[in-house]
C-alpha cells in the first residue's frame, strides 16, 4: 500500500469535487425545449385575475365566453415547434423518398432474376429463335453500345449536377429523354426487362408530376438506379456502377439540404409576420359627458343654465386585428350609458300643450314642466305663458337630468409609439352610435320623475374619437389596458338648431387577449 | 458570442440562445445536481427543472453579480424544492450529535465516481446538509433556514453525515487493502 495521508474528510470530498462536471444524457435538452414550447401555449394568468377582483374578475368571465366563441381553435405554433417540425419534415421526406428508391432496387432485383432465368432459357433456345438479340454470344455489339450510353449518360449527369438548381426542369426532360433512349435500348435488348421497367418509370411519372424539386432530385437517383439495374445486368464495367451510385447519392444530399434551405427560408417568412393578429379587449370605461358650448340640448331657455357632466359607464368588447406589429384596426360593440344635468330650474305642472318641445310627454293630459328658475314665480304679467303653471314644490337641487344609452360601433386604428413590455399607442378613428333608451327626469331631494323621451335625438349619430393607449403585457398574449379617449359627437340632434355640443371622456380599462 | 449578449437574448426568450446556454453551463448544473440527488436519473430531472426555471426567470437576473453564480443558487433551490414537497425535513430533531468525532480518513486515491456513489447513498436530509456546507460552502445558519430545520438539526445531520462517509470509505479502503 503507499502511504496516503490522512485527510479531513470535508477537505476531501472539497478537492476532489471542486471542478467536478458531468454530462447529462440528451434527451434532457430534449424535454426543456418541448417544456419549454408547452408553456409558452399554457401561461397561467387565471390566478392573477382573480387577485384584481372585482371589474377584473367580470372581465374575466368576458374574456373567457369571448375567448370561446372566437377561438374555437388554438393555434400558437411557437418558435422552437417550427424547428422541430422543420426537421421532421424534412425527415420524412427523405423517408417517403427512401421506400420508392427501395422499390425500384426490389423491382430491378426481381428483374435481373427474371433476365438471368430468361437468358439460361435464351441460350437454351438459341438455335431456335436467331433472332432472339437477348443471347449472349450474338449479343455483344448491342450490349457494348448499350454500356457506352450509360458511360455517356452518366457524364451528363454528372456536368449537370454540378450546374444546380435553376436548370432543373429543362434537365429533368434531358433526364426523361435519355430514360427513354435507354429504355428503348432495354426494350430491343431484353424483352423481360421490358415489363418491369416501364412500371417503374410510370411510378416516375407519377412523383414528377406531383412532388417538389426534392421528388425531382430523388427521381434522378432512382434514373441512376435504372441505369445501374441495365449496368449490372448486362455485367460489363463496374465503374459506371460505382460512379452511378455515387451520383446517386451526391443527388440525395443536395437535394435534402435544397430542402432544408427551402424550408428555412419559409419558417423565416413566417416569423417576421406577426404571431397572433386578432386580439379580443373586453372593456369598462367611466364615462363623462358633457357639452363643448353653452346651449342646452332640451330647450333654449335652460342655455345659460348651470349644467354639469355626469360619469357613467360604458362597457363593451373590441376585436383588433394588427396589420403591422405596430398598427391595428379595430372595431366592436359597446354599451354607452351618458348623462347630464341642468340645474337652476324650477317646476311647474299644467297641460302637455304647455310642455317642454323637445320632451314627448306619452300622450299624460297634466304633466310636470321644468322652466328656468324664476319663470313662474317672479312673473305673473299675462303674457307669461308659465302663468298657467302650477308650481310644484320640490325640495333642495332641483335638477333636469337627460340620460342616454347608446350602442356604439368604433372603427378605429391604434399605432404603437411605444411595444415594449410597457406600451403606448395612438389611437384614432370614429363610432357610429345607435341610440338606445333616452329619459329626460327632473330629479330633486323629495322627488324623481320621469318625464319622457327626448324627441330631437338622431336615431344614427357619429363620433370622432381620439386617444392615448397604455398597455402593460402581463404575457405574449394578455395585456392589461388604459385608454383614456375623447369622442365628440358629429350630429346628436335633429335639430340643427340646438346649440349643444356633446362630447364624451371615457378612460376605458380591460384586458386583451391575443389569438 | 458573450455573456452577455447571451443573457439578452435569453431574456427574449430566444430559442437558440437558450440552446447556447444549455451548452455552456448544463455539465457544471449537472454537477450540482448529481452531489444533491440520490441518483442520476433524479440529478437529470432535476436539471431539466433548473433550466425551465433559468429559462422563465432570467428575466429577473438583473446584472448584479456573476450569473454563474444566480444559475448556482436556482439549481439549489430547483433541487431543494423538490425535498420540501416530499416533506423529507418534517422530522423530529434526533437528538444532538455532537460532531466531535474523528474525521481523518486515508485518501488512497479514492475514485471521484465512488465518493459521488456514497454521497448519493446518504439518506436525503444527511446527502443535503452535507453536501450544502461542505461543498457549497452554505453555513449551517443558512443551511437551517434553506431547509426549514433548526441549527442544531443541521449540525447533527452533518455530523451523521460525516459517520456515514467515514465508515464507507474505510472500508473500500480495507478492501482495497485486502487485494
Same mark, same amino acid.
Given at each position: 500500500? +503507499?502511504?496516503?495521508?490522512?485527510?479531513?474528510?470535508?477537505?476531501?470530498?472539497?478537492?476532489?469535487?471542486?471542478?467536478?462536471?458531468?454530462?447529462?444524457?440528451?434527451?434532457?435538452?430534449?424535454?426543456?425545449?418541448?417544456?419549454?414550447?408547452?408553456?409558452?401555449?399554457?401561461?397561467?394568468?387565471?390566478? *392573477?385575475?382573480?387577485?384584481?377582483?372585482?371589474?377584473?374578475?367580470?372581465?374575466?368571465?368576458?374574456?373567457?365566453?369571448? =375567448?370561446?366563441?372566437?377561438?374555437?381553435?388554438?393555434?400558437?405554433?411557437?418558435?422552437?415547434?417550427?424547428?422541430?417540425?422543420?426537421?421532421?419534415?424534412?425527415?420524412?421526406?427523405?423517408?417517403?423518398?427512401?421506400?420508392?428508391?427501395?422499390?425500384?432496387?426490389?423491382?430491378?432485383?426481381?428483374?435481373?432474376?427474371?433476365?438471368?432465368?430468361?437468358?439460361?432459357?435464351?441460350?437454351?433456345?438459341?438455335?431456335?429463335?436467331?433472332?432472339?438479340?437477348?443471347?449472349?454470344?450474338?449479343?455483344?455489339?448491342?450490349?457494348?453500345?448499350?454500356?457506352?450510353?450509360?458511360?455517356?449518360?452518366?457524364?451528363?449527369?454528372?456536368?449537370?449536377?454540378?450546374?444546380?438548381?435553376?436548370?432543373?426542369? &429543362?434537365?429533368?426532360?434531358?433526364?426523361?429523354?435519355?430514360?427513354?433512349?435507354?429504355?428503348?435500348?432495354?426494350?430491343?435488348?431484353?424483352?423481360?426487362?421490358?415489363?418491369?421497367?416501364?412500371?417503374?418509370?410510370?411510378?416516375?411519372?407519377?412523383?414528377?408530376?406531383?412532388?417538389?424539386?426534392?421528388?425531382?432530385?430523388?427521381?434522378?437517383?432512382?434514373?441512376?438506379?435504372?441505369?445501374?439495374?441495365?449496368?449490372?445486368?448486362?455485367?460489363?464495367?463496374?465503374?459506371?456502377?460505382?460512379?452511378?451510385?455515387?451520383?446517386?447519392?451526391?443527388?440525395?444530399?443536395?437535394?435534402?439540404?435544397?430542402?432544408?434551405?427551402?424550408?428555412? &427560408?419559409?419558417?423565416?417568412?413566417?416569423?417576421?409576420?406577426?404571431? +397572433?393578429?386578432?386580439?379580443?379587449?373586453?372593456?369598462?370605461?367611466?364615462?363623462?359627458?358633457?357639452?363643448?358650448?353653452?346651449?342646452?340640448?332640451?330647450?333654449?331657455?335652460?342655455?345659460?343654465?348651470?349644467?354639469?357632466?355626469?360619469?357613467?359607464?360604458?362597457?363593451?368588447?373590441?376585436?383588433?386585428?394588427?396589420?403591422?406589429?405596430?398598427?391595428?384596426?379595430?372595431?366592436?360593440?359597446?354599451?354607452?350609458?351618458?348623462?347630464?344635468?341642468?340645474?337652476?330650474?324650477?317646476?311647474?305642472?299644467?297641460?302637455?300643450?304647455?310642455?317642454?318641445?323637445?320632451?314627448?310627454?306619452?300622450?299624460?293630459?297634466?304633466?310636470?314642466?321644468?322652466?328656468?328658475?324664476?319663470?313662474?314665480?317672479?312673473?305673473?304679467?299675462?303674457?307669461?305663458?308659465?302663468?298657467?303653471?302650477?308650481?310644484?314644490?320640490?325640495?333642495?337641487?332641483?335638477?333636469?337630468?337627460?340620460?342616454?344609452?347608446?350602442?356604439?360601433?368604433?372603427?378605429?386604428?391604434?399605432?404603437?409609439?411605444?411595444? =415594449?413590455?410597457?406600451?403606448?399607442?395612438?389611437?384614432?378613428?370614429?363610432?357610429?352610435?345607435?341610440?338606445?333608451?333616452?329619459?329626460?327626469?327632473?330629479?330633486?331631494?323629495?322627488?324623481?320623475?320621469?318625464?319622457?323621451?327626448?324627441?330631437?335625438?338622431?336615431?344614427?349619430?357619429?363620433?370622432?374619437?381620439?386617444?392615448?393607449?397604455?398597455?402593460?403585457?402581463?404575457?405574449?398574449?394578455?395585456?392589461?389596458?388604459?385608454?383614456?379617449?375623447?369622442?365628440?359627437?358629429?350630429?346628436?340632434?335633429?335639430?340643427?338648431?340646438?346649440?349643444?355640443?356633446?362630447?364624451?371622456?371615457?378612460?376605458?380599462?380591460?384586458?386583451?387577449?391575443?389569438? | 458570442?458573450?455573456?452577455?449578449?447571451?443573457?439578452?437574448?435569453?431574456?427574449?426568450?430566444?430559442?437558440?440562445?437558450?440552446?447556447?446556454?444549455?451548452?455552456?453551463?448544463?455539465?457544471?448544473?449537472?454537477?450540482?445536481?448529481?452531489?444533491?440527488?440520490?441518483?442520476?436519473?433524479?440529478?437529470?430531472?432535476?436539471?431539466?427543472?433548473?433550466?425551465?426555471?433559468?429559462?422563465?426567470?432570467?428575466?429577473?437576473?438583473?446584472?448584479?453579480?456573476?450569473?454563474?453564480?444566480?444559475?448556482?443558487?436556482?439549481?439549489?433551490?430547483?433541487?431543494?424544492?423538490?425535498?420540501?414537497?416530499?416533506?423529507?425535513?418534517?422530522?423530529?430533531?434526533?437528538?444532538?450529535?455532537?460532531?466531535?468525532?474523528?474525521?481523518?480518513?486515508?485518501? =488512497?486515491?479514492?475514485?471521484?465516481?465512488?465518493?459521488?456513489?456514497?454521497?448519493?447513498?446518504?439518506?436525503?436530509?444527511?446527502?443535503?446538509?452535507?453536501?450544502?456546507?461542505?461543498?457549497?460552502?452554505?453555513?449551517?445558519?443558512?443551511?437551517?433556514?434553506? *431547509?426549514?430545520?433548526?441549527?442544531?438539526?443541521?449540525?447533527?445531520?452533518?455530523?451523521?453525515?460525516?459517520?456515514?462517509?467515514? &465508515?464507507?470509505?474505510?472500508?473500500?479502503?480495507?478492501?482495497?487493502?485486502?487485494?
Amino acid at each position: 500500500m +503507499n502511504m496516503s495521508d490522512k485527510k479531513n474528510i470535508d477537505q476531501l470530498f472539497k478537492e476532489r469535487f471542486k471542478d467536478f462536471e458531468a454530462a447529462p444524457s440528451p434527451q434532457v435538452w430534449e424535454n426543456i425545449q418541448s417544456q419549454m414550447a408547452e408553456k409558452k401555449e399554457d401561461r397561467k394568468v387565471i390566478p *392573477l385575475w382573480w387577485k384584481l377582483g372585482g371589474i377584473a374578475a367580470l372581465l374575466a368571465l368576458l374574456l373567457t365566453v369571448g =375567448n370561446a366563441v372566437f377561438n374555437p381553435f388554438d393555434q400558437e405554433p411557437s418558435i422552437v415547434n417550427e424547428d422541430v417540425e422543420t426537421v421532421k419534415e424534412t425527415d420524412s421526406e427523405t423517408n417517403t423518398d427512401a421506400p420508392i428508391i427501395l422499390d425500384t432496387e426490389e423491382r430491378v432485383l426481381a428483374s435481373e432474376e427474371n433476365t438471368s432465368e430468361q437468358t439460361i432459357e435464351n441460350t437454351e433456345d438459341a438455335s431456335e429463335n436467331s433472332s432472339n438479340k437477348n443471347i449472349k454470344p450474338e449479343d455483344k455489339t448491342v450490349q457494348e453500345k448499350k454500356v457506352t450510353q450509360n458511360t455517356i449518360a452518366n457524364e451528363n449527369f454528372k456536368t449537370k449536377v454540378q450546374e444546380k438548381t435553376d436548370s432543373r426542369v &429543362t434537365e429533368k426532360n434531358k433526364i426523361a429523354a435519355q430514360k427513354k433512349k435507354e429504355e428503348m435500348a432495354v426494350a430491343a435488348s431484353d424483352k423481360n426487362e421490358d415489363k418491369t421497367v416501364p412500371s417503374v418509370n410510370k411510378n416516375d411519372a407519377d412523383i414528377i408530376n406531383t412532388k417538389t424539386e426534392t421528388t425531382i432530385a430523388a427521381t434522378k437517383g432512382e434514373n441512376n438506379k435504372d441505369k445501374n439495374a441495365v449496368v449490372t445486368e448486362t455485367k460489363t464495367t463496374s465503374e459506371t456502377t460505382v460512379a452511378a451510385t455515387e451520383d446517386s447519392s451526391e443527388n440525395k444530399k443536395q437535394s435534402i439540404f435544397d430542402a432544408i434551405e427551402a424550408t428555412e &427560408t419559409a419558417a423565416v417568412t413566417v416569423k417576421n409576420k406577426p404571431e +397572433n393578429r386578432w386580439e379580443v379587449a373586453p372593456n369598462v370605461a367611466p364615462v363623462y359627458y358633457n357639452s363643448l358650448s353653452e346651449g342646452s340640448s332640451i330647450d333654449p331657455m335652460f342655455a345659460d343654465n348651470s349644467q354639469n357632466g355626469d360619469v357613467n359607464l360604458s362597457y363593451g368588447v373590441q376585436v383588433s386585428y394588427a396589420i403591422t406589429d405596430r398598427l391595428s384596426v379595430r372595431s366592436g360593440v359597446s354599451n354607452v350609458d351618458l348623462s347630464y344635468a341642468t340645474g337652476n330650474i324650477e317646476l311647474g305642472t299644467g297641460p302637455a300643450a304647455l310642455g317642454l318641445r323637445s320632451i314627448n310627454y306619452n300622450d299624460k293630459a297634466i304633466v310636470t314642466i321644468p322652466v328656468d328658475q324664476g319663470s313662474i314665480s317672479n312673473n305673473l304679467t299675462p303674457e307669461n305663458p308659465f302663468n298657467n303653471l302650477t308650481p310644484k314644490s320640490a325640495s333642495g337641487n332641483v335638477q333636469l337630468v337627460q340620460n342616454l344609452t347608446y350602442y356604439e360601433v368604433p372603427l378605429e386604428l391604434k399605432y404603437a409609439i411605444l411595444n =415594449n413590455k410597457f406600451g403606448i399607442n395612438v389611437l384614432g378613428g370614429f363610432s357610429t352610435l345607435f341610440l338606445g333608451n333616452n329619459e329626460i327626469s327632473v330629479e330633486a331631494d323629495n322627488l324623481n320623475e320621469s318625464l319622457g323621451e327626448a324627441n330631437n335625438l338622431s336615431n344614427v349619430s357619429f363620433t370622432t374619437n381620439v386617444g392615448l393607449g397604455f398597455d402593460y403585457k402581463i404575457s405574449k398574449k394578455f395585456k392589461f389596458n388604459i385608454e383614456p379617449m375623447f369622442k365628440y359627437q358629429l350630429n346628436p340632434y335633429t335639430d340643427s338648431s340646438v346649440d349643444f355640443k356633446p362630447y364624451y371622456l371615457g378612460i376605458y380599462t380591460g384586458f386583451s387577449f391575443k389569438f | 458570442m458573450t455573456l452577455n449578449e447571451l443573457i439578452i437574448l435569453c431574456k427574449k426568450q430566444d430559442a437558440k440562445a437558450q440552446g447556447e446556454l444549455y451548452k455552456r453551463y448544463s455539465n457544471v448544473l449537472f454537477s450540482i445536481c448529481l452531489r444533491y440527488s440520490p441518483n442520476y436519473v433524479e440529478a437529470e430531472d432535476s436539471l431539466q427543472d433548473t433550466f425551465i426555471t433559468i429559462f422563465k426567470k432570467i428575466e429577473q437576473f438583473k446584472d448584479k453579480g456573476s450569473f454563474e453564480g444566480w444559475m448556482k443558487r436556482v439549481t439549489v433551490n430547483t433541487v431543494l424544492q423538490k425535498y420540501r414537497k416530499k416533506r423529507v425535513f418534517d422530522i423530529r430533531d434526533e437528538g444532538q450529535l455532537e460532531d466531535e468525532v474523528d474525521e481523518q480518513v486515508e485518501d =488512497n486515491d479514492i475514485p471521484l465516481d465512488f465518493l459521488l456513489e456514497i454521497i448519493q447513498q446518504l439518506p436525503d436530509r444527511y446527502r443535503l446538509v452535507f453536501t450544502m456546507y461542505v461543498m457549497d460552502g452554505y453555513s449551517h445558519k443558512e443551511v437551517a433556514d434553506m *431547509l426549514g430545520i433548526t441549527d442544531g438539526t443541521s449540525k447533527s445531520n452533518l455530523a451523521r453525515a460525516r459517520a456515514i462517509l467515514k &465508515t464507507k470509505i474505510e472500508a473500500y479502503n480495507a478492501a482495497k487493502e485486502a487485494k
